[in-house]
Every structure is written in structure tokens, then in C-alpha cells.
């Protein structure tokens, strides 16, 4: 479903996925099956996103940005891709990879460059300026590690063990 208030230039857009109103897709990107492209969100050209992946309102992803298999991009997370940025200077743009599974919270924002871990969790309004390894938990201006999360969310300690759902995840 694509709402007829969005531009949706690309072709590679996965069976069931939504895109909601106003979002803007152009013509390189790549969506997977089973998105949710929630409100007003932009999508540049050279971006890939997997499958299931929710990317909710006022997110702009920006050529380099890969996001794999089952990741949350929360509302109003910022993505950049250019250390130096200058107008109408264009070169090849810093590469961001949210790996399979990781959660980015509300406001967050990701510094070109860095690889954000398997179901690793950054917290609401972070600034992301180093790369997050697997199950990490990350927060705060700059953000910094915190511990860990299962791939439930839950935290967990540094064996990755769940208390929660009980699951050894290494």
C-alpha cells in the first residue's frame, strides 16, 4: 500500500509493505517486504532497507545508509552522511549500517560512518558518534554503552542470558 499523498519514485519496493502519507522514495532506493514506512518520512537514492523493518514519522535516510532485516527506526531519528558537509560539493558519501534486528530510538542521531550491532538498542535522543557492537545498549549525548539487551530488549548481563524470556543469546 502506498498512500496516494506520497511520491514513491522507486520501483524496488517489497510485496506488503506500507508507506503512509507524505513520504517521499526516490527512484535508486530499496525497500524489502513487510515495511512500515510510516508518515513523512524521505528516502534518498542510494539506501537499502531489508525486510520487516519499521521506520516510523519524520525519519530522512540519506544515500550510505544500509538498514537490514527487522530493525526499528523510531520517530524523528536523523541519520547523517557527510563529515564535511559544504553545498553543491558532492563526493562519495560515509556508509551507516543498522544491522539486523537493532533498535534506534525516538530523536536519536546517527553520525555518518558508524555500524550500529545486531539488535543492539540506542536510547531516545542519543547521539551516535562511535560504532555499537552486537546486543549493545547505548545512550546520552554522546551516547555511551550502558550493558546489554537480549533480543527481546530486555536487559541483560554481559552472558547475554534473558531473565525474561530465558534465552542464551550469543
Given at each position: 500500500m502506498i498512500h496516494q499523498s506520497s511520491e514513491v519514485q522507486s520501483e524496488n519496493i517489497g510485496e506488503n509493505t506500507n508507506i503512509w502519507q507524505f513520504c517521499v522514495v526516490l527512484k535508486g532506493a530499496?525497500?524489502?517486504?513487510?515495511?512500515?514506512?510510516?508518515?513523512?518520512?524521505?528516502?534518498?537514492?542510494d539506501v537499502q532497507i531489508g525486510d520487516?523493518?519499521?521506520?516510523?514519522?519524520?525519519?530522512?535516510?540519506?544515500?550510505?545508509?544500509?538498514?537490514?532485516d527487522d530493525a526499528f527506526i523510531g520517530p524523528n531519528v536523523t541519520f547523517t552522511n557527510d563529515f564535511l558537509p559544504r553545498s553543491k560539493q558532492y563526493k562519495e558519501f560515509a556508509k551507516t549500517t543498522i544491522k539486523k534486528g537493532a533498535s534506534i530510538g525516538a530523536n536519536s542521531t546517527i553520525i555518518c560512518?558508524?555500524?550500529?550491532?545486531?539488535?543492539?538498542?540506542?536510547?531516545?535522543?542519543?547521539?551516535?558518534?562511535?560504532?555499537?557492537?552486537?546486543?549493545?545498549?547505548?545512550y546520552g549525548n554522546?551516547?555511551?554503552?550502558?550493558?546489554?539487551?537480549?533480543?527481546?530488549?530486555?536487559?541483560c548481563d554481559e552472558s547475554l542470558v534473558c531473565k525474561d524470556c530465558k534465552k542464551e543469546e550469543k
Open positions: 530499496k525497500i524489502g517486504k513487510n515495511c512500515n514506512i510510516n508518515f513523512n518520512v524521505f528516502v534518498e537514492n520487516n523493518v519499521t521506520i516510523k514519522s519524520g525519519v530522512q535516510i540519506w544515500d550510505g545508509v544500509r538498514i537490514e560512518g558508524v555500524n550500529i550491532g545486531e539488535y543492539a538498542m540506542v536510547g531516545a535522543g542519543s547521539v551516535v558518534t562511535k560504532n555499537i557492537g552486537k546486543q549493545e545498549l547505548w554522546p551516547a555511551c554503552f550502558k550493558g546489554y539487551v537480549c533480543k527481546c530488549g530486555q536487559k
